[in-house]
């Protein structure tokens, strides 16, 4: 939704361009866009005080991805892993430069199969593409396994999006999913995610950030893994993943946001090379 409602802004002033957003809302979502894009003005208010912060973060945090994986393509990636994929669109987005390297969206069989529906009824929006739906249970298949059969090849090298997916996971399973990474990968691979602070950010406003996760916990969403910025490379060392790029709530504001808005100071993202 938040990409969708940002093509109703002038092109200078969205944070990410997304044509294929609005395709993949529900109908309920499709209904209530309208709306929402009415009430852009205040919500957009409400994001430069800094009371939420949260679409911003998330328009951020999709816009740097989005330049990592346009750099890695250019430094010669030869395969891409979108961790989660949910309705992500960047197969699409950047077929062209892809120039046919393979895309393997990892993801849940419901959620996969729904999105490879919507695609396939709008053939003349999608167009041809590299995706390799990759269909997992993660408490009970390997990732490697599930990526080999797709047509995976281990030891290439490869860009990794996770994207909106470690902070809802506990310690032993975002380490675990490091490793299988760092194994699979081949050198001078790179991995984008996010990662939440475990603090809900500095100030005042840490009490609502508190409130608003435990209002996402009550819809079955509870965040749960968090690490401060400065512990980051410790968690990336072990599977082989060194810093490459980290970007706090000030950075992301400052390279990506529009209108005055401000991204959560709770939330960050990193690059990692390795």
């Keep these: ?40 003005p205040a919500l957009d208010l409400a994001e430069r005080n800094g009371t939420t912060g949260m679409s911003t973060y998330v328009l951020c945090r999709h816009r740097f991805i989005d330049d990592h994986l346009g750099r890695s393509l250019d430094e010669g ?5 979108i961790l989660g994929a949910g309705y992500d669109s960047r197969a699409y987005r950047f077929a ?24 396939a009824a709008y053939p003349g929006l999608f167009g041809r593409s590299s995706v390799r739906r990759v269909e997992i249970d993660f408490r009970t298949q390997s990732l ?12 290439r090298r490869t860009f990794v999006a996770w994207e909106g997916v ?18 699979l990968c081949g050198p001078g691979s790179v991995l984008a995610m996010d990662l939440w602070d475990g603090a809900d ?15 996402i916990a009550l819809v079955g969403e509870p965040v749960t893994f968090g690490i401060q910025p400065a512990a ?43």
């Design 166 to 183: 470690a902070p809802y996971l506990d310690a032993r399973a975002v380490e675990g999913t490091l490793a299988a990474l760092g194994e």
């Design 77 to 81: 990636a030869e395969q891409v892993v």
């Design 232 to 274: 980051v490379a410790g968690l990336l060392a072990p599977a082989g993943f060194g810093l490459l790029d980290l970007a706090e709530s000030a950075e992301l504001t400052s390279r990506y946001a529009t209108l005055g808005r401000r991204s959560s100071e709770s939330t960050y993202v990193l690059a990692a090379r390795c």
């Design 144 to 155: 490697a396994e599930r990526l080999g059969e797709a047509g995976f090849l281990g030891g």
């Design 96 to 119: 062209d430069q892809l120039a046919g390297r393979p895309v393997f969206e990892v993801d849940l069989a419901p959620l996969s199969r729904r999105k490879a529906a919507v695609v």
């Design 1 to 40: 939704m938040y990409r969708a409602l940002e093509m109703h802004r002038a092109p200078r002033e969205r944070i990410v361009t997304d044509r294929y957003a609005a395709t993949f809302l529900s109908p309920f979502g499709k209904a209530l866009r309208g709306p929402l894009a009415l009430a852009l």
């Design 201 to 215: 950010g500095p100030g005042a406003l840490a009490a609502m950030r508190r409130l608003g996760a435990r209002t």
